[in-house]
T-cell receptor, first 109, second 113 residues
C-alpha cells in the first residue's frame, strides 16, 4: 500500500467549477506540502500546512493531522489552473518528503 | 532574488557512463534536496544537503551520490548509468530544510540510451 494516496487521479472540470483534490497518508507527519506542476516539469510549492487551513487567492488547503487527511480546493476554476497537483507529506522522523502520485486537473473553457 | 537554477537542462548519455548535475540554490538558502521523477515511480526523494553535510538520504543505490559546496551549490552524480535512470532530476532549495517552503528548479531531463 502506498504511503500517500491521492484522489482523483484525473479530473476534468468546466471553467468556474469548485474543485477538490484529496490526499490521505499513513505515516506520521510534521507538515504537508501541496505542489503544482505544469507541463514541462516546473514545480511550485502552493502551501505548507501543519494544521488547520490556509488560503491563497482562489486556493484553499486544509489538513486534519489526526485523520491523516488533507484537501486542496480551487474555487472558480480557470483553464490556467490546469496542471498536476501533488501532495507531499513531510515525515516527522525522517524529515523528508514523500509524494502522492498526483492529480491531473484539466479545466475546460 | 534569482530562483533555483539547474544545469544542464537536458542530457543524453549511454549506459555505463556517469553524469554530474548541478544545482544553484536561492541566495541564503542552506538546504538543497534532490528528487527523481519518472512516469512509473513519480517523484522520489534522493537526498538532502545542509551546510555541506548530507542530512537525509532516500532509498537509492550507492551509484547516486551528491555533495554541497560552501556556497550551498550542490551537485549530484550518477555512476554506471542504467536505462532506468532516465528521469527528470529536480533540486529544491529552502532556508533550513524540514518544513520550510521548498523552491524547485526547472529540472534536468536525463535520457540514458
Amino acid at each position: 500500500k502506498n504511503e500517500v494516496e491521492q484522489s482523483p487521479q484525473n479530473l476534468t472540470a468546466q471553467e468556474g467549477e469548485f474543485i477538490t483534490i484529496n490526499c490521505s497518508y499513513s505515516v506520521g507527519i510534521s507538515a504537508l506540502h501541496w505542489l503544482q506542476q505544469h507541463p514541462g516539469g516546473g514545480i511550485v510549492s502552493l502551501f505548507m500546512l501543519s494544521s488547520g487551513k490556509k488560503k491563497h487567492g482562489r486556493l484553499i488547503a486544509t489538513i486534519n493531522i489526526q485523520e491523516k487527511h488533507s484537501s486542496l480546493h480551487i474555487t472558480a476554476s480557470h483553464p490556467r489552473d490546469s496542471a498536476v497537483y501533488i501532495c507531499a507529506p513531510l515525515s516527522g522522523s525522517a524529515r523528508q518528503l514523500t509524494f502522492g502520485s498526483g492529480t491531473q486537473l484539466t479545466v475546460l473553457p | 532574488k534569482a530562483g533555483v537554477t539547474q544545469t544542464p537542462r537536458y542530457l543524453i548519455k549511454t549506459r555505463g557512463q556517469q553524469v554530474t548535475l548541478s544545482c544553484s540554490p536561492i541566495s541564503g538558502h542552506r538546504s538543497v534536496s534532490w528528487y527523481q521523477q519518472t512516469p512509473g515511480q513519480g517523484l522520489q526523494f534522493l537526498f538532502e544537503y545542509f551546510s555541506e553535510t548530507q542530512r537525509n538520504k532516500g532509498n537509492f543505490p550507492g551509484r547516486f551520490s551528491g555533495r554541497q559546496f560552501s556556497n550551498s551549490r550542490s551537485e549530484m552524480n550518477v555512476s554506471t548509468l542504467e536505462l532506468g535512470d532516465s528521469a527528470l532530476y529536480l533540486c529544491a532549495s529552502s532556508l533550513n530544510g524540514g518544513p520550510d517552503t521548498q523552491y524547485f528548479g526547472p529540472g534536468t531531463r536525463l535520457t540514458v540510451l
